[in-house]
């Protein structure tokens, strides 16, 4: 399962390119992060990946198939997307319903529907409200039920728009073990994320937008070093990058761990 853009360009208002010449591959099974200012068209290509929005200019092929030549629907099995806004995607009276309704559209039994949901809803720490209607919640915890229902579609792409913002560290670390365990699965994973740390900690790969542009598109490690350019999309990069580039290493750590092991090692060398 390859994602290709190919030069694709969106316009909401004619004239105004709110994306502007995007090509880029992503492979199946990929753990891609999308950074950059705000406004820089990250949601508008997320967008395009599943449908939501269609090119207006090149185009986005997902499987093979044009995104063109395929309703929102097709390509809803394939591509799974939890909005930015949790409030544009909820619907149902309850948690329940709402992240049954993909699996129910998937025409699976009722016994799977209520597995898949329960598996879905304990996965993002909501087992407990599955009877609660969504706007009881506060929007920390609707977005969480927002991506319980992609979870329970289970898609082999999944794209999360801005999943960190909101929640508190014990959410942010149970996010990154799911990243982490749907990657190994081999799911191919797109978060669009200004959380630099989240990014470090769970992407291998990291692309950088400013402009509805592209500027920068690599491993984690190359792009989040790139102070300068970082700067050019109002990216700072991650605190553990700085503190390492401030102390002259060439070494860049992913994490605070991996800076003390460093600092072990260069404590030992001396
Ligand atoms: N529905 C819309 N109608 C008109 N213009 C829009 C719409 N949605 C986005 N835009 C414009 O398109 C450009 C790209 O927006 P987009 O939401 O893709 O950026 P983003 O990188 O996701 O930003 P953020 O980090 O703030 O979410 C911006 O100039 C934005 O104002
Ligand atoms: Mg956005």
């Given at each position: 399962?390859?994602?290709?853009?190919?030069?694709?360009?969106?316009?909401?208002?004619?004239?105004?390119?709110?994306?502007?010449?995007?090509?880029?591959?992503?492979?199946?099974?990929?753990?891609?992060?999308?950074?950059?200012?705000?406004?820089?068209?990250?949601?508008?290509?997320?967008?395009?990946?599943?449908?939501?929005?269609?090119?207006?200019?090149?185009?986005?092929?997902?499987?093979?198939?044009?995104?063109?030549?395929?309703?929102?629907?097709?390509?809803?099995?394939?591509?799974?997307?939890?909005?930015?806004?949790?409030?544009?995607?909820?619907?149902?009276?309850?948690?329940q319903a709402?992240v049954a309704f993909?699996?129910r559209?998937?025409?699976?039994?009722?016994?799977?529907v209520?597995?898949?949901v329960?598996?879905?809803?304990?996965?993002?720490?909501?087992?407990?409200?599955?009877?609660?209607?969504?706007?009881?919640?506060?929007?920390?915890?609707?977005?969480?039920?927002?991506?319980?229902?992609?979870?329970?579609?289970?898609?082999?792409?999944?794209?999360?728009?801005?999943?960190?913002?909101?929640?508190?560290?014990?959410?942010?670390?149970?996010?990154?073990?799911?990243?982490?365990?749907?990657?190994?699965?081999?799911?191919?994973?797109?978060?669009?994320?200004?959380?630099?740390?989240?990014?470090?900690?769970?992407?291998?790969?990291?692309?950088?937008?400013?402009?509805?542009?592209?500027?920068?598109?690599?491993?984690?490690?190359?792009?989040?070093?790139?102070?300068?350019?970082?700067?050019?999309?109002?990216?700072?990069?991650?605190?553990?990058?700085?503190?390492?580039?401030?102390?002259?290493?060439?070494?860049?750590?992913?994490?605070?761990?991996?800076?003390?092991?460093?600092?072990?090692?260069?404590?030992?060398?001396?």
């Amino acid at each position: 399962m390859t994602i290709i853009v190919c030069d694709a360009a969106y316009e909401y208002t004619a004239g105004v390119r709110a994306l502007d010449g995007v090509s880029l591959t992503i492979a199946s099974g990929e753990a891609l992060a999308l950074v950059g200012e705000n406004g820089a068209g990250k949601t508008t290509l997320a967008k395009l990946l599943n449908g939501l929005l269609r090119p207006s200019q090149g185009s986005v092929e997902v499987e093979g198939y044009d995104t063109r030549a395929r309703t929102t629907a097709q390509l809803s099995r394939h591509v799974g997307f939890v909005f930015q806004n949790p409030d544009d995607q909820l619907f149902a009276r309850t948690v329940q319903a709402e992240v049954a309704f993909g699996p129910r559209n998937q025409r699976l039994t009722e016994a799977e529907v209520e597995a898949r949901v329960a598996i879905a809803l304990a996965e993002v720490g909501l087992a407990d409200e599955a009877e609660r209607h969504p706007y009881d919640l506060a929007v920390p915890e609707r977005k969480l039920v927002a991506l319980a229902a992609a979870l329970a579609m289970h898609t082999p792409v999944l794209v999360l728009d801005e999943p960190t913002i909101g929640q508190d560290a014990r959410g942010v670390e149970r996010l990154g073990a799911l990243v982490d365990r749907l990657h190994a699965e081999g799911r191919t994973l797109i978060t669009i994320t200004h959380d630099l740390d989240f990014c470090l900690a769970h992407f291998e790969r990291v692309v950088v937008m400013a402009g509805g542009k592209i500027l920068a598109d690599g491993p984690a490690s190359e792009v989040l070093s790139q102070t300068d350019l970082l700067a050019q999309a109002q990216v700072e990069p991650p605190q553990v990058i700085q503190l390492a580039q401030a102390l002259g290493w060439g070494e860049v750590p992913l994490s605070v761990m991996e800076f003390a092991d460093i600092y072990a090692e260069r404590k030992a060398r001396l």
